[in-house]
C-alpha cells in the first residue's frame, strides 16, 4: 500500500525454497550426471581411471598430509552441505556478509557491497553452485593423494582466500571487537593455510610443513592477546554486559539441542560473573600456547599442540556455539579448523610413517577414480552456471517471490478506460495497435511507494529494447489530488517524464474511481490526510486488450528488491512478446 513500507523478507519462502531445490536436485544433478559420465567415458577411453591414486609418491604419502587432507576434504564437504539450507538463496549476502561489512575500510567496505549486490541479483544460481562447487572440492581432496587432488587443493586456497575477503570482511581483522572466540582471523584463512600445504610436493610438506604451521599459529595466538586485551571487545566487563556473556545469550536464543545451549548458556553466566578474570584466563592460555607453539619447532615437544587442540575445542563449543547453531551457519568457524591444523602440525606426527594401504590399490583406484570424476563434474558444472549467471543472464525475481509471492495469470477482457495524460491529451486503454500496456496506480502526491513504484517501471523500460511496443500507464489514484499540476510535479521530481511512452492518466473522480474498481484497487484516503493508500498492483494487458497477469508488487528501499521486481515483470513482460 502507498505511504507503507515493505513487509520483511521471509528467508524461508516457499517459492524461493522450492525453486532452489529444483535447481539444486534436479537441474544441477542432471548436469552433474551428464558431464561425469562424459568424464568417464573419456578416462576409460584414455585407460587414466586405471592408475588413479596408484604410484609410488601416493604410496608415501606423509601421515600428517593424509590426515590434513582427509581433514580438510571432509570440511569442505561439509561446508558444502550447510549450502543447502533453504534460507541460503535470500539469507547468505544480507543476514552473513552484510553485518561483516560494517567498520571495515571504505574499499573492503565496496567490494563487499559489490558481492553482495552480485549474489542477490543471482541468488538462486549462486546459492546452486557454490553449494555444488563446495561438495566436489571437498570430495576431490578426500579421495585422491596425487596430482588431482593437488590441483584441487590450490582451486581451494583461491576459492577460500575470495571468501576470506569478500565473504568474510577479511575475517574481521578491522572490525572493532575482533576476537580469537568470535571468529578471528576467519575460518577460510586457515583454509587457505591448509590447502597450500596440500598442493606442495610430499618432500617440502615432510620437510616445513609442521615448523610453518605451529610458528604461523603461534603467531595468530599471540596477536590474538592484542586483540582480546582491548578494552573496546568487551571481554573485560561483568554480568551482561560481557561480551561472551551477550553473545551466549544471543546464540542460545536460537533452536538447538538442550545440552548444547546449556554448556554455552553456562559459559556466558561464568564469563560474566568472573568479568575480567574469565579474560586472563583466556589471555594466558593464548600466551601460554603460543610461546609453547613456537618453540615446540625446536623441542618437539607436543604439549603446546595439545593445549591448542583441546583449548581451541572447548572455545569452540562455549564462545561459537560448535558454530552449527546461533544463525544461518555457513561453516565450522574458525577454531574447530585451527584446531584440525595444530593436530596435524604436531611434531609427533611429523615423524610418523606414511599408513599402510589396508584396502587394495585397485579398489580405492576404481572407486576413487569415479567419486573424483563426480566431483569434477560439479565443480566444472557449478563454476559455469555461476560464471553465466554473473555474465549472461539476467537478473532473478527471487527477492520478489519472497516479497509478493507469484503473479497471477489470467485471459479476460481487460476493463477499458479513456483518461486525460500529462499532455493534456486524451489517452484510451489500447489505442496504440500492435502494444502491449503495463498499468499501474500512483498517488501523485504520494513521497513512499509510488516513486519506488515508478522508479522500477522506468527500469523496466530502460531494460526493454528501443522498439518495444509497449505503453506504461500510471493512474492517478488521489480522490483529492488528481490535477495536472500534481500529475506533473510527480513526472518532474521523481524524473520519468522521458521514459518511452509513459502515460500518467487523470481525469474526474467519477472516471478515475471507476477504474480503481474495476481493477480492484482499493483507494482510501481523507481530505487531511497528505496521500492516500492503495493497493500496489501491477497489470499486464496483451496487444489484443486481453487482461494477461496481476502483479502484486509491494515495493522496497532495498536496490536488491528494486532489481528482482524489475526483472520479475521482464520475464512476464517476455511471455506477450515484449521484449
Known amino acids: 500500500m502507498s505511504g507503507m513500507y515493505s513487509r520483511s523478507i521471509d528467508l524461508t519462502s516457499f517459492l524461493v525454497v522450492h525453486l532452489f531445490r529444483h535447481a539444486l536436485f534436479v537441474t544441477g544433478t ?8 562424459l568424464f568417464l567415458v573419456v578416462l576409460i577411453a584414455t585407460r587414466t581411471i586405471f592408475r588413479f591414486n596408484i604410484f609410488p609418491e601416493g604410496n608415501n604419502e606423509p601421515r600428517a598430509r593424509t590426515y590434513l587432507r582427509w581433514a580438510f576434504g571432509a570440511i569442505w564437504l561439509v561446508d558444502g552441505i550447510l549450502q543447502f539450507q533453504g534460507s541460503m538463496p535470500l539469507g547468505l549476502a544480507n543476514n552473513v556478509v552484510r553485518p561483516l ?110 615448523p610453518f604451521v605451529l610458528k604461523f599459529l603461534s603467531l595468530v595466538f599471540l596477536v590474538a592477546i592484542i586483540f582480546q586485551s582491548l578494552p573496546a571487545a568487551g571481554f573485560w566487563h561483568g554480568g551482561d554486559s560481557n561480551a561472551l556473556t551477550a553473545m551466549t545469550q544471543s546464540m542460545t536464543s536460537v533452536a538447538q539441542p538442550h545440552p548444547l545451549a546449556w554448556v554455552v548458556r553456562e559459559g556466558g553466566v561464568i564469563s560474566g560473573r568472573m568479568g575480567g578474570g574469565f579474560n586472563i584466563v583466556v589471555i594466558l592460555w593464548l600466551l601460554v600456547t603460543g610461546i609453547g607453539l613456537w618453540l615446540a619447532t625446536k623441542t ?18 562455549v564462545a561459537e556455539d560448535a558454530a552449527l547453531y546461533g544463525g544461518l551457519s555457513t561453516d565450522f568457524n574458525s577454531l574447530l579448523p585451527m584446531a584440525v591444523l595444530a593436530w596435524c602440525a604436531m611434531p609427533r606426527l611429523a615423524q610418523a610413517p606414511a599408513r599402510n594401504q589396508r ?14 570424476t563426480f566431483a569434477a563434474a560439479m565443480m566444472v558444472t557449478s563454476a559455469v552456471s ?13 527477492f520478489f517471490l519472497a516479497q509478493n509471492g507469484s503473479a497471477t495469470p489470467l485471459n479476460t477482457v481487460a476493463p477499458r478506460f479513456t483518461l486525460t495524460d ?16 503495463l498499468i499501474t496506480f500512483l498517488d501523485p502526491v504520494c513521497w513512499t511507494d509510488c516513486p519506488l513504484l515508478a522508479s522500477q517501471v522506468a527500469q523496466v523500460r530502460s531494460e526493454l529494447s528501443k522498439n518495444a511496443k509497449l505503453d506504461i500507464v500510471a ?29 500518467f492518466v487523470t481525469g474526474q473522480l467519477a472516471k478515475t474511481s471507476k477504474v480503481w474498481s474495476e481493477y480492484g484497487i482499493g483507494v482510501t484516503m481523507t481530505r487531511t490526510d497528505a496521500m492516500s493508500i492503495h493497493d500496489d498492483y501491477m497489470y499486464i494487458v496483451n496487444a489484443q486488450g486481453r487482461l494477461k497477469w496481476i502483479i502484486p508488487d509491494d515495493p522496497s528501499v532495498s536496490a536488491s528488491l528494486k532489481v528482482s521486481s524489475v526483472a520479475q515483470i521482464i520475464s512476464l513482460l517476455a511471455t506477450q512478446g515484449v521484449h
Open 300 to 317: 618437539r615437544r607436543n604439549w603446546s599442540v595439545y593445549s591448542a587442540v583441546v583449548g581451541c575445542l572447548i572455545l569452540w563449543v
Open 386 to 398: 555461476m560464471f553465466v549467471a554473473t555474465t549472461v543472464a539476467s537478473a532473478e525475481n527471487t
Open 359 to 372: 584396502l587394495r590399490p585397485e579398489l580405492t583406484s576404481g572407486v576413487g577414480a569415479v567419486v573424483a
Open 422 to 437: 500529462q499532455f493534456d491529451k486524451t489517452y484510451s486503454l489500447g489505442e496504440h495497435p500492435g502494444y502491449a500496456t
Open 30 to 37: 542432471l548436469w552433474i550426471c551428464a558431464l561425469a559420465f
Open 101 to 210: 561489512a560494517a567498520g571495515t575500510p571504505s574499499w573492503l567496505h565496496s567490494l563487499m557491497i559489490h558481492g553482495i549486490n552480485i549474489w542477490n541479483a543471482h541468488p538462486i544460481s549462486l546459492a546452486t553452485g557454490v553449494a555444488w562447487f563446495q561438495v566436489g572440492l571437498g570430495l576431490i581432496i578426500l579421495v585422491s593423494r596425487g596430482r588431482t587432488g593437488r590441483w584441487a587443493a590450490l582451486v581451494s586456497v583461491v576459492w577460500a582466500a575470495g571468501i576470506w575477503l569478500i565473504g568474510n570482511g577479511a575475517g574481521g581483522i578491522f572490525v572493532r571487537g575482533a576476537s580469537i572466540l568470535f571468529g578471528w582471523p576467519g575460518a577460510t584463512m586457515i583454509y587457505v593455510v591448509a590447502g597450500i600445504w596440500l598442493f606442495v610436493s610430499n618432500e617440502r610438506f615432510r620437510d616445513s610443513f609442521s
Open 475 to 503: 493512474v492517478a489514484a488521489d480522490p483529492y489530488h488528481e490535477t495536472l499540476a500534481n500529475v506533473r510535479h510527480f513526472i518532474a521530481i521523481h524524473h520519468v517524464g522521458n521514459v518511452k511512452n509513459f502515460y
